[in-house]
């Protein structure tokens, strides 16, 4: 069954407003998780590591304004996309590992359409 | 330089052919980890597999299989007798210390199976 989990699944806002993602893991107490961003017909390209207690790790080129990620607790990571505009429509997904065998589960994703 | 590539884009074909599906990467790392991820239509990334790079055995399970050389810096993923439930993007990645101990992914192949 799943590890992961994402909710929503899909959202549609307007431009301007900020949309908040949940990632869960199901089965693992995860002290870190991973944001992806996906275009249509693309790869995954992280975004940050999201790190229970402490602060998110952010990848070169992601405005960590933009992006708020929390990691309140061992379970649940949060991406807020802050202030959204049509070029952040994407597909979201997240993952956590587990430091031995070092393997990657991931969400089901969230595809966000801001209009 | 491309650290992970996959240079198949798209591959079609019919019921019950065999496909190989190439990847190639690179790493200064001794130690690293290659892995297979299929995400079929729904979007849901699906774990396939993890090889360490000690362990050059190929592996089979039910209609896959993985052939890992070292010496040819290659990972490639066989399906055999395809079917349509096949039909998925399929994501190399690679994992190691030279690139942060983060995922690094292929572009993907988009496989399509037709009945």
């Known amino acids: 069954g799943a590890v992961v989990s994402q909710h929503p699944s899909w959202v549609i806002c307007k431009s301007g407003t900020s949309v908040k993602i949940e990632c869960r893991s199901l089965d693992f107490q995860a002290t870190t998780m991973f944001w992806y961003r996906q275009f249509p017909k693309q790869s995954l390209m992280l975004m940050a590591t999201?790190?229970?207690?402490?602060?998110?790790?952010?990848e070169q080129g992601v405005e960590k304004d933009k992006f708020l990620i929390n990691h309140a607790s061992l379970t649940l990571s949060t991406l807020t996309v802050t202030s959204a505009h049509p070029e952040d429509s994407s597909f979201y997904i997240c993952s956590r590992g587990v430091p031995v065998p070092l393997t990657q589960y991931f969400g089901p994703g969230t595809r966000l359409t801001v209009l | 330089a491309q650290k992970v590539t996959q240079a198949q884009t798209e591959i079609s074909v019919v019921e019950k052919e065999d496909v190989t599906l190439d990847c190639v990467y690179e790493?200064?790392?001794?130690?690293?980890?290659l892995f297979w991820y299929k995400q079929p239509p729904s979007g849901e990334l699906v774990f396939l597999i993890r090889?360490?790079?000690?362990?050059?055995q190929n592996e089979i399970s039910g209609r896959y299989s993985w052939n890992f050389q070292k010496s040819t810096s290659s990972f490639n993923f066989t399906i055999t007798s395809s079917q349509v439930v096949d039909s998925a993007v399929y994501f190399c990645?690679?994992?190691?210390?030279?690139?942060?101990?983060?995922?690094?992914f292929g572009a993907g192949t988009i496989l399509r199976v037709k009945s």
């Open positions: 990645a690679l994992y190691g210390s030279e690139y942060g101990n983060k995922l690094v």
């Open positions: 090889r360490n790079s000690f362990d050059e």
């Open positions: 790493t200064r790392d001794t130690t690293y980890y």
């Open positions: 999201s790190n229970e207690g402490s602060k998110a790790t952010y």
